[in-house]
T-cell receptor, first 114, second 109 residues
Framework: NAGVTQTPKFQVLKTGQSMTLQCAQD?????MYWYRQDPGMGLRLIYY???????DKGEVPNGYNVSRLNKREFSLRLESAAPSQTSVYFC?????????????FGQGTRLTVV | QKEVEQDPGPLSVPEGAIVSLNCTYS??????FMWYRQYSRKGPELLMY????GNKEDGRFTAQVDKSSKYISLFIRDSQPSDSATYLC?????????FGKGTRLHILP
């Protein structure tokens, strides 16, 4: 039972390049999330998906797109990376709130945009 | 005003002391109130959650929610060096989970 798996763990991009961060969970959770974590800023919600086939914007969606490919997978795409997107990205999953709010996190992707 | 406010610290206390961590929030629609612990270079892990006002205890940890004041607290008794980490409060409404900035805690041996 792997929980939440993120790939890659580390990435360096040049400004303007694109990339997709992958996330998969094996807990049969309905909800999935993408957060970014910057020093002194805590975890900020980028996008979330309450169920397969739905996605919604969080606090800081600009510059990102997401795809809920199926119940297990939720990907985050940077179309044209900017230095301001240098951060640690966390994917998380949870049951629908109402049956317990616990979110399980992946180990993070450390992204540097130069 | 951010929906969830948390003092980032750092907070340094001697081993064995009682630690008090706090968050305030502005949205009365929040349903669950949570505390996560995050060690360096790891993802956050849930410590405790509560659904209503009042106290909830789990070992050395006590979570307290005061909905009338929009204020939540986490108390750690008999603090240990292994408690050194970043503690994040989080709150959920509908399908969103919103986090505070996190408080860096150092327990000094």
């Amino acid at each position: 039972n792997a929980g939440v798996t993120q790939t890659p763990k580390f990435q360096v991009l040049k400004t303007g390049q694109s990339m997709t961060l992958q996330c998969a969970q094996d807990m049969n959770h309905n909800s999935m999330y993408w957060y970014r974590q910057d020093p002194g800023m805590g975890l900020r919600l980028i996008y979330y998906s309450a169920s397969e086939g739905t996605t919604d914007k969080g606090e800081v969606p600009n510059g990102y797109n997401v795809s809920r490919l199926n119940k297990r997978e939720f990907s985050l795409r940077l179309e044209s990376a900017a230095p301001s997107q240098t951060s640690v990205y966390f994917c998380a999953s949870s049951e629908v709130p109402g049956r317990g709010p616990e979110a399980f996190f992946g180990q993070g992707t450390r992204l540097t945009v130069v | 005003q951010k929906e969830v406010e948390q003092d980032p610290g750092p907070l340094s206390v001697p081993e064995g002391a009682i630690v008090s961590l706090n968050c305030t929030y502005s949205n009365s629609a929040f349903q669950y109130f949570m505390w996560y612990r995050q060690y360096s270079r790891k993802g956050p892990e849930l410590l405790m959650y509560t659904y209503s006002s009042g106290n909830k205890e789990d070992g050395r940890f006590t979570a307290q929610v005061d909905k009338s004041s929009k204020y939540i607290s986490l108390f750690i008794r008999d603090s240990q060096p292994s408690d050194s980490a970043t503690y994040l409060c989080a709150m959920s409404k509908d399908d969103k989970i919103i986090f505070g900035k996190g408080t860096r805690l150092h327990i000094l041996p």
